[in-house]
């Protein structure tokens, strides 16, 4: 029972005693969410301790459900030799990107512990950015010179079937003596060619390639425009250095997307997990949150300005947090449409009045409805109607100020050069709180004879 309520102190006991087969058997068993959460309860020195144990093929099974930053925790406590058995295991680009992660030292190690074909291409990859065609292809693809014959190619496929049986084939790839890319040949032309034929007669001439500096915009339009599951890449010169398949760009672009959306949330130090040192998470956190202390302030200021009028209509109190609150949900689900329509390319930065005139429509609209049914509460809470009308009327305005400022601030940041996903967020809350604190709290200025007397 306890191995199943909690099969992580299963697995401790497992790597403790050292037992390799045992240890197999027990992950074999366990659904790879478990493996994942297994796993993850561990600390660095018996998730190394784990895959030092364990072979190197199953080692590398287990670190691809670990996230990178517990695998590049792991990795560093391993012997260099080990490590690189372990990663080897892996595909060229997945090495590249858990070797980012390690101290450079440490990485230098592992990379003269491979086979040089390996730390070649891990070394290739590293000099890219992640977010590039070159840093999210793989140098494992099929490539032969173009005066190679139909029979050398099925030959070598032949011969090297173990090694080629883990690439991703669905094409292979011609180049000339200098290494430039100049044509593609479809498997099945190679199965029912003639033997006797140059792979050069049989080859798609001028296919379609993207550049190793490619952005990952410019790389998910162009498997939009067409049905490839890989492209091969290119540097300036058109030499061919490997591919790039669909499936890691839209990896890459969901990965994209939901660090734009952690952002939002004020998680701006990368990949956290609660395993990670306490110091490390809470340094993390702070950059954050000292920031906020300031913009707060601000926010805090304008009810400064107006004590006299919340002493004499206590309960406006109630309404300040309600009508914060509310704006700022109205104004984040405005972000979260202009985030997704940038980082989606269906919104051009320059588009700011076409988006501001949308977004004011739904903001009247829902500001109506939201500031109605606030009035209504507060009217007959106090029995107050003109307190309804304040309460209600600045509900509505700040709704409408909230959503304009979530849906064009994003544009207006990514024009400037700055990340949206992590600006955006604080800039709408606090000029959400500045402008309904001052909506809710003039107004009542204006009719405090008014509420005072009802």
């Known amino acids: 029972m306890e191995s199943e309520a909690a099969p992580w102190r299963e697995l401790q006991r497992l790597i403790e005693e050292g037992d390799q087969a045992r240890l197999k058997a027990f992950l074999a068993n366990l659904d790879p969410l478990d493996v994942a959460l297994s796993v993850s309860r561990l600390d660095d020195e018996h998730r190394a301790l784990l895959l030092s144990t364990v072979s190197p093929r199953d080692a590398a099974t287990v670190v691809e459900q670990m996230p990178d930053a517990q695998v590049a925790g792991a990795i560093e406590q391993l012997e260099p030799g080990v490590a690189a058995a372990i990663l080897s295991r892996l595909q060229d680009a997945e090495r590249a990107d858990l070797l980012e992660q390690v101290d450079d030292p440490t990485a230098e190690a592992i990379l003269t512990a491979m086979r040089p074909e390996e730390a070649h291409a891990t070394r290739t990859l590293r000099e890219y950015p992640s977010d590039v065609a070159g840093g999210l292809m793989t140098l494992e693809c099929l490539v032969y010179a173009a005066d190679a014959t139909v029979a050398d190619v099925l030959k070598d496929m032949r011969l090297h079937g173990k090694r080629y049986r883990d690439f991703v084939v669905q094409y292979a790839f011609v180049t000339s003596p200098d290494g430039k890319l100049v044509g593609v040949l479809r498997l099945r032309d190679l199965l029912f060619g003639n033997p006797s ?40 010169d058109g030499r061919l250095l490997g591919i790039v398949r669909r499936a890691t760009v839209n990896e890459a672009l969901a990965a994209r997307s939901e660090n734009a959306f952690l952002k939002t949330q004020g998680i701006i130090g990368g990949e956290e997990l609660r395993t990670m040192p306490l110091l490390r998470r809470s340094r993390r956190r702070l950059a954050w949150l000292s920031a906020n202390i300031v913009l707060n302030v601000i926010a805090a200021s304008v009810i400064a300005l107006y004590q006299e009028t919340l002493a004499a209509v206590i309960a406006l109190a109630v309404f300040l947090p309600i009508i914060s609150d509310m704006s700022g949900c109205s104004g984040n689900q405005a972000v ?56 209600g009327s600045a509900m509505m305005l700040n709704t409408i100020v909230a959503v304009s400022i979530g849906g064009t601030v994003p544009l207006l940041l990514r024009r400037m050069g700055v990340d949206p996903a992590l600006a955006s967020s604080p800039i709408l809350t606090t000029v959400t709180d500045m402008c309904g604190f001052f909506l809710l709290l003039s107004l009542a200025a204006a009719l405090l004879p008014r509420l005072i007397g009802g």
């Open 197 to 236: 034929k140059r792979v050069s007669e049989l080859m798609v001439r001028e296919p379609l390639s993207v550049r190793d500096t490619g952005t990952l915009d410019e790389l998910r339009a162009f498997f939009d425009a067409h049905p490839f599951y890989g492209a091969p890449v290119v540097d300036d």
């Open 336 to 391: 979260a449409v202009s985030m997704r329509e940038l980082v989606l390319g269906l919104l051009r930065p320059s588009e700011f009045w076409r988006v501001w005139r949308k977004e004011a429509a739904v903001g009247l609209i829902n500001g109506m409805a939201l500031g109605l049914l606030v009035g209504a509460v507060a009217w007959a809470w106090k029995g107050n109607v003109f307190l309804g009308i304040v309460v």
